[in-house]
């Protein structure tokens, strides 16, 4: 089975905080991306990225960063929290490209900037 | 902005009735559709990808698409309380944009009554 973990479950975070969300894959992935999913919003992308040290920037990548120094690990970096980055993080990836590309995605981070 | 459009729901079924979930989209050249399903506080699996007109079955669960409407429904025969979740439709569209590759509805809501 793909196994997609994130680091945390729940974050409690204060404004002006520095976070980071780690997403680790053990399959050999190329390709990992970064969501935020809120009510009415549906799934966001933030970041992707296709290989090592390699990012493209999603739908909202405002206030947002990525690291990816190894294939199998993708961070997500907030660089000064804010109450409107409250949200569920998912991590997910992915081993084929083009139109067969299917996501699996890790178990989520609920996030909480107070 | 390509788009996915889902009925918000919720959907309310019987058990042992069929639940029909529909989905639109807006890009014509869209070759991949997906169906996740996403338990409440957990994250989105994949139960059914579809690739040509017409219904695939697997299980319980058909998936039907016609592109020249670009529609793409998920029946599930036999609801069963454990069904109750939100179903989120996937469409992936090519050349990838911001969106990423795959385009989320912001998903349907389904309730299976015993």
């Known amino acids: 089975d793909v196994k997609v973990t994130q680091s945390s479950r729940y974050l409690v975070k204060r404004t002006g905080e520095k976070v980071f969300l780690e997403c680790v894959q053990d399959m050999d992935h190329e390709n990992m991306f970064w969501y935020r999913q809120d009510p009415g919003l549906g799934l966001r992308l933030i970041y992707f990225?296709?290989?090592?040290?390699?990012?493209e920037k999603g739908d909202i990548p405002e206030g947002y960063s990525v690291s990816r120094e190894k294939k199998e690990r993708f961070s997500l970096i907030l660089e000064s929290a804010s109450t409107n980055q409250t949200s569920m993080y998912l991590c997910?990836?992915?081993?084929?490209?083009?139109?067969?590309?299917?996501?699996?995605f890790g178990s989520g981070t609920q996030l909480s900037v107070l | 902005q390509k788009e996915v459009e889902q009925n918000s729901g919720p959907l309310s079924v019987p058990e042992g009735a069929i639940a029909s979930l529909n989905c639109t989209y807006s890009d014509r050249g869209s070759q991949s559709f997906f169906w996740y399903r996403q338990y409440s506080g957990k994250s989105p699996e994949l139960i059914m990808s579809i690739y040509s007109n017409g219904d695939k079955e697997d299980g319980r669960f058909t998936a039907q698409l016609n592109k020249a409407s670009q529609y793409v429904s998920l029946l599930i025969r036999d609801s069963q309380p454990s069904d109750s979740a939100t179903y989120l439709c996937a469409v992936n569209s090519l050349p990838r944009g911001s969106q990423g590759n795959l385009i989320f509805g912001k998903g349907t809501k389904l309730s299976v009554k015993p």
């Open positions: 990225s296709y290989d090592v040290k390699m990012k």
């Open positions: 997910a990836s992915s081993y084929e490209q083009g139109i067969y590309e299917k996501l699996f």
